[in-house]
């Protein structure tokens, strides 16, 4: 029997600026991913590919059709799945995705992981908006559904997405098949866990409304509020938390309206008192991201991040896709084949060890800190140096003339990454 209580602890925040909210001509998209505390999240390259008409392709939990083309994708997923928590393509696009729960019920049986469907989006689109219609359309076909924590006892939801390009974003929201979209073309927005689209509706699933009267939710009368009619009438308790950390959320949008940079979103991210940086029970944050999607063309989007839990004591690293990108070996998780317990059948009745290099490193780099205040500031000016190193490249690359030589610095994730795993040691 599949549990969707949402008592359960889950929860994450995203975040995209635009100017004029944006400190410079670029969308800037952020995400951190709140998980189970022990749960490791890996940063795992995919280049682009071409596959044969008619192939299937094997998802966490089911297979789909695979396309005729995939795009290159940088990815930050629980290493257990084959989705993504966030990501991006090599044309600019970046999604993540929050849990939710609405009046619709979460069906029993296996189909889509929200964060599977995030990875297709990202794989198969060159936009935001197209991103959108490939999400829209694999609900439709194939639902949402399965277990979304790596832990015998199912836990599934519902998902919501934010999705950014270099133009504009997109917010969806989705219960069950049914969806709603909103367009974002100028100022900051933020999505946490909880219907947020109430009538200003860009577009949606045709039988939306008709669902919503044929259950009694709504009369049909008045301007359609999306968030009011699908939205559980008693809230729990952890979705009430979310209401909170959304409105801190805006809070924080608001007070850097206008000089919002990839700096400012770090620091919204490591923003503990609102809980958007999580440390609560069970779970916490165990990976962040932020990504600086310039408006011109020429210029490269730069995507930040740290494979690493708890962004306040993590260093966030700058990813460009070009020429020498390949897979950091110390952001990979080791593989079990058919023996991972996500592929054999009752699933998750053992654990296996999914610790990649740098999370070894950085774990036990934390215990240092906690327990020698000498190593304590040694690490953390380690950290600081190397994350300011990576933000000045990045500004002088977007403050540049012309085309700058991007395509050269594929390997600059790479190299970042080795760093600061040496300097674990």
């Known amino acids: 029997m599949a549990s969707s209580s949402p008592d359960a602890p889950c929860s994450c925040d995203c975040f995209v600026s635009m100017p004029p909210a ?71 696009v970046c999604i993540g995705n929050e849990a939710v729960w609405t009046k619709e019920p979460v069906r029993e049986g296996e189909a889509l992981l929200g964060m599977d469907l995030l990875r297709l989006a990202l794989e198969r689109s060159t936009s935001a908006q197209e991103a959108l219609h490939v999400i829209t359309g694999l609900l439709e076909r194939y639902g949402q559904g399965g277990s979304c924590l790596e832990d015998p006892a199912p836990f599934c939801y519902h998902n919501t997405f934010l999705l950014a390009d270099r133009t504009e974003a997109w917010v969806l929201e989705t219960a069950g098949r049914l969806w709603a979209a909103q367009r974002i073309q100028e100022g900051a927005r933020n999505i946490s866990n909880q219907l947020s689209i109430g009538t200003d509706i860009s577009a949606q699933h045709p039988e939306l409304q008709t669902h919503a009267q044929a259950q009694g939710w709504w009369d049909g009368q008045g301007t359609f509020d999306f968030a009011q009619v699908f939205s559980l009438t008693q ?29 400012v979103m770090m620091g919204i991210l490591r923003d503990k008192e609102s809980g958007i940086c999580m440390d609560s029970g069970g779970f916490r944050t165990t990976a962040s991201m932020v990504s600086v999607l310039p408006q011109d063309p020429t210029q490269p989007c730069v995507h930040f991040l740290t494979a690493t839990p708890d962004p306040s004591r993590s260093v966030f690293k700058p990813f460009i896709f070009g020429v020498g990108v390949a897979q950091a070996p110390q952001v990979l998780s080791p593989t079990f084949g058919a023996q991972d317990p996500v592929r054999t059948l009752p699933r998750f009745q053992t654990q296996v060890d999914r610790r990649h290099t740098l999370y070894r490193g950085h774990q036990a780099a934390l215990g240092l800190m906690e327990s020698d205040q000498d190593q304590e500031q040694q690490l953390r000016q380690k950290q600081r140096d190397l994350e300011q190193e990576g933000l000045k490249a990045v500004r002088g690359l977007l403050a540049s003339e012309g085309a700058p030589p991007f395509q050269e610095l594929g390997s600059l994730f790479q190299a970042f990454v080795k760093r600061e795993s040496q300097a674990y040691l």
């Open 235 to 263: 809230q729990p308790v952890r979705m009430e938390a979310a209401k909170a950390r959304f409105l801190a959320g805006q809070g924080l949008l608001r007070q850097q309206q206008g000089g919002i940079t990839a700096e």
């Open 22 to 92: 944006s400190a410079i001509p670029a969308v800037i998209f952020a995400k951190n991913s709140d998980r189970p505390r022990d749960e490791v999240q890996e940063v795992v390259f995919v280049p682009a590919g071409t596959h044969t008409p008619g192939s299937r392709l094997q998802c966490t939990y089911i297979e789909v059709e695979q396309v005729l083309k995939t795009h290159a994708v940088i990815l930050s997923r629980p290493s257990w799945l084959w989705g993504a928590e966030m990501g991006a393509n090599e044309h600019g």
